[in-house]
């Protein structure tokens, strides 16, 4: 019996080096792609972020608009704040400026011959200077 138990011992092959490095190869390659999607996935979420909180100011902006056609007149300090810097007039479009946290706000009123007016707001990120948000509204501007 003791020489059935050598036998066994002596015919066990272990792992041999270029089958350890072939499964740490694999293993690693298995990691990376996790790692890749791990941070891809938080590049989207922070974009989503910036997309969503862009919208947010749009939308606010577009809300403090509607709210000044209400009153009548055209001004700009209620429209939008004091922090708001006229940029010019361009094709019956009066444009302005702000920023607020990280993002430029620009707001467009294009003038029609009708009470009407097409308000333009953009947002633009100021950390890659890309469009975030954009909205367009015809609105009916009380006149005083």
Known sequence: MASQNRKIIVDEKGATLIEVIA???????????????????????????????????????MEKAYNASTKGGLDVKTLTGPSLNYIAELNSATKFSKTIENYKVTLSIKSRNTPLKSIVIQVTSNLDNKQKALMEKIIVWKEN
């Open 23 to 61: 499964s740490f190869a694999l293993i690693v390659i298995i990691l990376l792609s996790f790692f890749t999607l791990f941070i891809q996935t938080s590049k989207t979420t922070k974009n989503s972020e910036r997309i969503v909180d862009a919208t947010y100011i749009a939308q606010t902006e």
